[in-house]
């Protein structure tokens, strides 16, 4: 008979196909479900050049090249990414982290999109309300891939979507606030009541995360958006309440787990369009208001739901959210020039990295961007 683990029983929950490789490995051609899975889906740079950086002027300096990148973070890098140009693939190798901010920004006159952010931490100062930079920004852009990410400590916030942005999945993310301060308010899902532009966008699905300790409200704040919270967990005590729904907010709140918390959905003032709970779990700890009132949208895609009662398990296990990845085929860094054989590859050389990649391709070489890559058999390089 066959045993559920905690990872299929992921898999089987959210319809993503079982990856080759290790519970919990991943590829970088995965695709979202939800909201980013629609009008064409969400690729990122799946298909396009692959460059691995190790500083944050070397991140800035790839996001800016047009076309399709999948790149790579390696190691701690300190400053403000600015993702500027659509078509990219941010991949967190193991450990990965981004102490200060990610800006995903577009504008009015120039939106893009296709962007996948995935398997890294970002860390920022701590929470103090002086309309600060948030840890991750999304606006003016589209059709954006969010997932398995630890993001904590925003200065404004831990990762606010506004601005006219549209079909955004998040998902197997981990918040919260270690450092105090006076504004650990998480995510923000339309920035004020007279950004009448917003209407029709700001379609947002939230699954598999979990808002954990130290995050008083905004788990998330609505206005305007198609919100789908779906299989989330929230477990942070200290907060004030858990999803509020503000203007024109359309929220449908499905298979989640509230364990400890006050006021898990907050009506605010009565002036959103429809808040839908179904089949949500409630611990004998929680306290304040269950209930919403109208019936929400219906979500034009597929996303099979998991009983409420499973997602801690599921979120909390070495394998849920935040940076739990391990990539299937593609991961470690490794110098250059190419020596012969696994074994001399691990060899430190002064000109230069490559990045080693593949699952099963023998000693094969090709050269990338000016640089050789050997594609070493998978049991010696493949980062598990």
Same mark, same amino acid.
């Given at each position: 008979?066959?045993?559920f683990?905690?990872?299929?029983?992921?898999?089987?929950?959210l319809?993503i196909?079982f990856?080759?490789g290790?519970?919990? &490995?991943?590829s970088?051609?995965?695709?979202?479900?939800g909201?980013?899975?629609t009008?064409?889906?969400?690729?990122?740079?799946t298909?396009?050049?692959?460059?691995?950086?190790?500083?944050m002027?070397?991140?800035?300096?790839?996001l800016?090249?047009?076309?399709?990148?999948?790149?790579?973070?390696? #190691?701690?890098l300190? #400053?403000?990414?600015?993702?500027?140009?659509?078509d990219?693939?941010?991949?967190?190798?193991?450990?990965?982290k981004?102490?200060?901010?990610?800006?995903?920004v577009?504008?009015?006159?120039?939106?893009?999109?296709?962007?996948?952010?995935?398997?890294?931490?970002?860390?920022?100062?701590?929470?103090?309300?002086?309309d600060g930079?948030?840890?991750?920004?999304?606006?003016?852009?589209s059709?954006?891939?969010?997932?398995?990410?630890?993001?904590?400590?925003?200065?404004d916030?831990?990762m606010?979507?506004?601005?006219?942005?549209?079909?955004?999945?998040?998902?197997?993310?981990?918040?919260?606030y270690?450092k105090?301060?006076?504004?650990?308010?998480?995510n923000l899902?339309g920035?004020?009541?007279?950004?009448?532009?917003?209407?029709?966008?700001?379609?947002?699905?939230?699954?598999?995360n979990?808002? &954990?300790d130290?995050v008083?409200?905004?788990?998330p704040?609505?206005?305007?958006?198609?919100?789908?919270?779906v299989?989330n967990?929230?477990?942070s &005590?200290t907060g004030?309440h858990c999803i509020?729904?503000?203007?024109?907010a359309d929220?449908?709140?499905?298979?989640?787990?509230f364990l400890?918390?006050?006021?898990?959905?907050d009506?605010?003032?009565?002036?959103?369009?429809?808040?839908t709970m179904k089949?949500?779990?409630?611990? &004998?700890?929680?306290?304040?208001?269950?209930? #919403?009132k109208?019936?929400?949208f219906?979500?034009?895609?597929?996303?099979?739901?998991?009983?409420?009662?499973q997602?801690e398990?599921l979120?909390?296990?070495?394998?849920?959210?935040?940076?739990?990845l391990?990539?299937?085929?593609?991961t470690?860094?490794i110098?250059?020039?190419?020596?012969?054989?696994?074994?001399?590859?691990?060899?430190?050389n002064?000109?230069?990295?490559?990045?080693?990649?593949g699952?099963?391709?023998?000693?094969e070489e090709r050269s990338?961007? #000016?640089?050789?890559?050997?594609?070493v058999?998978?049991?010696?390089?493949n980062?598990?």
């Amino acid at each position: 008979m066959f045993k559920f683990t905690p990872f299929s029983l992921a898999c089987l929950a959210l319809s993503i196909p079982f990856l080759p490789g290790t519970a919990g &490995a991943a590829s970088k051609s995965d695709a979202p479900v939800g909201w980013a899975s629609t009008s064409g889906g969400t690729t990122g740079g799946t298909g396009g050049t692959e460059t691995t950086v190790e500083t944050m002027s070397a991140l800035n300096a790839a996001l800016k090249e047009s076309g399709k990148r999948i790149i790579w973070i390696k #190691g701690t890098l300190t #400053g403000t990414a600015a993702v500027t140009t659509g078509d990219k693939s941010i991949l967190g190798l193991p450990g990965a982290k981004i102490v200060g901010s990610m800006n995903i920004v577009g504008s009015s006159s120039k939106r893009f999109g296709n962007v996948i952010v995935r398997n890294f931490e970002i860390e920022g100062p701590g929470s103090n309300d002086v309309d600060g930079h948030d840890a991750l920004a999304i606006q003016y852009v589209s059709n954006i891939w969010i997932d398995h990410m630890l993001i904590r400590d925003g200065l404004d916030g831990n990762m606010d979507i506004t601005n006219e942005a549209d079909l955004v999945t998040v998902s197997w993310v981990k918040w919260e606030y270690r450092k105090g301060g006076n504004h650990a308010f998480c995510n923000l899902i339309g920035s004020s009541d007279d950004k009448t532009a917003d209407r029709g966008k700001l379609r947002v699905t939230f699954h598999n995360n979990w808002w &954990a300790d130290g995050v008083k409200e905004r788990m998330p704040r609505v206005r305007f958006g198609k919100v789908h919270m779906v299989n989330n967990l929230f477990t942070s &005590a200290t907060g004030s309440h858990c999803i509020r729904a503000g203007f024109e907010a359309d929220i449908l709140a499905e298979g989640n787990a509230f364990l400890g918390v006050k006021n898990p959905v907050d009506l605010f003032d009565n002036d959103f369009k429809a808040v839908t709970m179904k089949d949500n779990l409630f611990d &004998a700890k929680v306290t304040g208001n269950r209930a #919403g009132k109208g019936t929400a949208f219906t979500p034009p895609y597929s996303i099979t739901v998991a009983k409420a009662d499973q997602i801690e398990a599921l979120v909390k296990t070495s394998k849920g959210a935040g940076p739990t990845l391990t990539w299937d085929g593609a991961t470690s860094v490794i110098p250059s020039p190419v020596p012969k054989g696994p074994a001399s590859a691990r060899r430190e050389n002064e000109k230069g990295r490559r990045i080693s990649s593949g699952p099963t391709f023998g000693d094969e070489e090709r050269s990338v961007q #000016g640089r050789y890559l050997r594609v070493v058999p998978e049991p010696v390089w493949n980062s598990r």
